[in-house]
């Protein structure tokens, strides 16, 4: 069992509908990192003054229109680029890329230096050697709580390097995942 299972009593983690009008923000953190996505940096802004930051609240959304969606910190320094650009490029990290995952959610005074990237022809910056990438026309934002959800028309999408295995994110940890050949099956999606 994981160190964030194990913290949580079987009591907390079954709570009545009425006691989940006081769930703890922290408790509500740890059950929801049990749930493993990828990760992705979501980039914006022109070139000299372009931004990035961490995110696995990446979905997508719909195929027709093509649509998907992210939400952001209320707090995130990336809206007032979101906003100057009118668009984003999502991009999905792959298993190497874990420091990239994590200077994109710290600090970072200078976002792009050292980091492989290219500019599209909308202006989009995209990370030249992640996983795959969509670049996205802002056409919606509504707000939830303390987070925005931002959703995006996708006008350019690319998969830079073939066969690389993902970037995972689960309790709290990032790690590649580990996917042996056989391990997987390719199945249509349902809907
Ligand atoms: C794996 C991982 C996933 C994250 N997912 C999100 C997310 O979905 N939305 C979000 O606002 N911040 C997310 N963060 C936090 C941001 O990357 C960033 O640290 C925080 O929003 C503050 O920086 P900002 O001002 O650049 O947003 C995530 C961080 C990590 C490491």
New binding site residues.
């Given amino acids: 069992m994981s160190a964030a299972a194990r913290s949580l009593t079987r009591a907390q983690e079954t709570r009545t509908a009425e006691q989940t009008r006081n769930v703890e923000p922290l408790s509500l953190r740890r059950v929801c990192g049990l749930f493993t996505t990828g990760?992705t940096v979501i980039t914006t802004g022109p070139d000299g003054d372009a931004d990035g930051?961490?995110?696995?609240?990446f979905t997508s959304v719909s195929l027709e229109p093509p649509l998907v969606l992210?939400?952001?910190?209320r707090?995130?320094?990336?809206h007032t680029l979101l906003e100057q650009s009118g668009g984003f490029t999502v991009n999905f990290l792959s298993g190497r890329q874990q420091s990239l995952?994590?200077h994109?959610?710290?600090r970072r005074a200078t976002a792009f230096e050292g980091i492989p990237h290219h500019f599209t022809e909308d202006g989009l910056p995209v990370l030249s050697e992640a996983l795959a990438y969509l670049t996205c026309t802002t056409v919606d934002i509504h707000t939830a709580g303390d987070?925005e959800i931002v959703i995006g028309e996708v006008v350019d999408l690319g998969v830079p390097e073939h066969g690389l295995e993902p970037l995972v994110?689960f309790d709290g940890s990032?790690g590649p995942l580990q996917s042996g050949t056989d391990r997987f099956h390719h199945t249509e999606q349902a809907s």
């Fill in positions: 990760v930051t961490t995110v696995n609240s992210f939400c952001l910190h707090n995130s320094r990336l995952a994590r994109f959610a710290g987070h994110f990032l």
